[in-house]
């Protein structure tokens, strides 16, 4: 998952925490103090706000988590990569092809060809598992890669 629905995850559960210590606090201070009917109606409208405001930022954290996971659908998530030798003249397995797709398998796959004397780059889409031009075997190897994780 994304960086930005663990954050949102994390700070709900660190709102929930935090709300249901203060729900402890409130009911030790009202089981140890004799209220009058006044201090009664006071407590509770000031607990009444409390939930309200509460509520209302839980709300907008919901929202948020909503909207993340809504985007988290095309981010790309999906990756891989694999080094091999390009050329025969070249050892090493320095070039590489990367694959960068989303969960539906849509993205990109950028190849590297290293040589003795020149470096080329390709960058290819994807949609949805298939290419958009003809890939280099090393590149549906990357994209078969990407989509098994």
Known sequence: MSTGFWVILVVLTVVAAWLAWEVV??????SGV?????ELYDLLHRIDNELGLHN???ADLQQRLLHLEE?????LRR???ISYDAYEDVGGARSRSIALLDD???GVVLSVLVSRTETSFYLKRVA????EE?????EQAVIDRALQH
């Open 25 to 30: 606090n409130l009911k030790q201070t009202v």
């Open 34 to 38: 004799p209220l009058g009917d006044d």
């Open 56 to 58: 209302a930022a839980i």
């Open 71 to 75: 985007r988290s659908v095309t981010s």
């Open 79 to 81: 990756t891989g990569v």
């Open 104 to 106: 539906e398998g849509s």
């Open 128 to 131: 949805a598992g298939s290419p």
């Open 134 to 138: 003809p890939l280099s075997p090393e």
